[in-house]
């Protein structure tokens, strides 16, 4: 088998993209670099991997963002009043985003043990309105993304069904990084059961737990479309900003090519179950 040329092109919900790696949503990225979205969004651009917006916690203006190049996605939470959303959701189209993604698994303010002070500084400059989330007013908004998470108990079967009656173009599994339930599953491990669930009814992604290249091939093997990667994007923003988070998305990008080769795959839509060991 040749693999001296090996492609990471997908296709998403339509629409080609460079790989199937995309940066998850996540607060405040100043609090991890002065530079914050711009750099994170910045080293997506060099990567060519897809950046998520976050549009209620980020301390960075949007313009800013947007003037980056690069595919970027918009994620909202479904905020009230609904009339937020009903002006952010119609621009999101006349501002470039292709696709939105709505996080559904918080439906009440966190319990926090504490907050770190840094936190509450960086939090200061959040729109309140934005803040009081989250009921769950309407999901019937044509083209948008799911977020689906494990705080409600998205990932199991039963309720991705029930996801699927809102008409998303992906359904994301996650456990939002184990930060909203305690003991909640691997996402990885729920991930087969949802994809049989959803029976190509939506494309579905996953995150939480994501480390590696090999971590994303698993997953592309269970059936993921593409992976979304939160921690270690704020760790590499963290040590050396645009550079730091362009090195974990290289590492990243690296280490996919390298077991997809050995693996004997040269493009992504041939990574398939037999990959995997069973016990
Ligand atoms: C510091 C931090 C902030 C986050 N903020 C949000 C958020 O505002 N909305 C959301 O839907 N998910 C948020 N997430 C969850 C991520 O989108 C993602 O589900 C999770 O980080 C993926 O797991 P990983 O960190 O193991 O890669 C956040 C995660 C972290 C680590």
């Known amino acids: 088998m040749d693999v001296s040329e090996i492609s990471l092109k997908t ?3 339509g629409s080609i993209y460079e790989l199937p790696i995309l940066i998850a949503t996540s607060a405040c990225h100043c609090l991890a670099h002065v530079d914050g979205e711009v750099a994170t969004a910045r080293a997506a651009t060099e990567t060519q991997c897809i950046f998520t917006y976050n549009s209620t916690f980020s301390n960075m203006p949007e313009e800013k963002v947007l003037q980056t190049l690069g595919p970027k996605f918009l994620h909202i939470y479904l905020t009230k009043p609904i009339e937020i959303l009903e002006q952010i959701v119609p621009q999101a189209d006349k501002k470039g985003y292709p696709a939105i993604f709505i996080t559904c698994d918080q439906p009440h303010e966190r319990i926090r043990d504490f907050v770190l002070p840094l936190f509450e500084e960086a939090s200061k400059n959040i729109d309140p ?3 009081k989330n989250m009921s769950i007013p309407n999901l019937n908004i044509p083209g948008i993304i799911v977020k689906q998470h494990f705080g409600t108990g998205i990932l199991s079967p039963i309720d991705a069904e029930l996801a699927i009656k809102y008409g998303p173009n992906v359904i994301i599994v996650s456990n939002h990084g184990g ?3 305690d003991t909640v599953p691997p996402a990885i491990q729920c991930l087969e059961d949802v994809v049989n669930a959803v029976d190509g009814r939506a494309e579905v992604f996953v995150d939480t737990g994501i480390r590696s290249g090999t971590d994303a091939l698993k997953a592309l093997a269970l059936g993921a479309r593409a992976v979304l990667i939160g921690r270690s994007i704020l760790y590499g923003l963290a040590c ?3 550079d730091g988070v362009r090195r974990v998305l290289d590492i990243l990008k690296h280490e996919l090519v390298y077991d997809m ?3 004997g795959l040269t493009s992504i839509d041939k990574i398939n179950k037999d990959i995997l ?3």
């Open 179 to 181: 930060r909203l339930i």
């Open 129 to 131: 309105e934005l803040m």
């Open 261 to 263: 080769a050995c693996c």
């Open 277 to 279: 060991y069973k016990h």
């Open 11 to 13: 296709t998403i919900f």
């Open 240 to 242: 050396s900003g645009q």
